[in-house]
Nanobody, 127 residues
Framework: QVQLVESGGGLVQAGGSLRLSCLGSGRAFSTYTMSWFRQAPGKEREFVGGISVSGSMTNYGDSVKGRITISRDNAKNTVYLQLKSLEPEDTAVYYC????????????????????WGQGTQVTVSS
């Protein structure tokens, strides 16, 4: 099992950038595919992006492609989300999630495939 805690959310101006962190507990963090999802009020949870266990593969959602970078540091049990050129439409609660354990490099986009979730961190982008 893995427990996840997000940090780094807050209020950001449009055009700015943010960096979210997700700290995982447990020694097996490096065997989990890690992804970020977000959910805005009244909308379904949306895949933002994810990274494979080794960090060699990433998969990004269409709404953030070109603005997003996801990375991980397995030695620190942490995955990062960097998002630039923020828009008010990026306002949401951002969740990190873990899929695994696995040795594969595929990053799945369906939230139902993820067994472990953080509590979420609010990101608000002001216009």
């Amino acid at each position: 099992q893995v427990q996840l805690v997000e940090s780094g959310g807050g209020l950001v101006q449009a055009g700015g950038s943010l960096r979210l962190s997700c700290l995982g507990s447990g020694r097996a963090f490096s065997t989990y595919t890690m992804s970020w999802f977000r959910q805005a009020p009244g909308k379904e949870r949306e895949f933002v992006g994810g990274i494979s266990v080794s960090g060699s593969m990433t998969n990004y959602g269409d709404s953030v492609k070109g603005r997003i970078t996801i990375s991980r540091d397995n030695a620190k049990n942490t995955v990062y989300l960097q998002l630039k050129s923020l828009e008010p439409e990026d306002t949401a609660v951002y969740y990190c999630a873990a899929d695994g354990p696995t040795w594969g490099q595929m990053v799945r986009t369906d939230s139902n495939e993820y067994d472990y979730w953080g509590q979420g961190t609010q990101v608000t982008v002001s216009s």
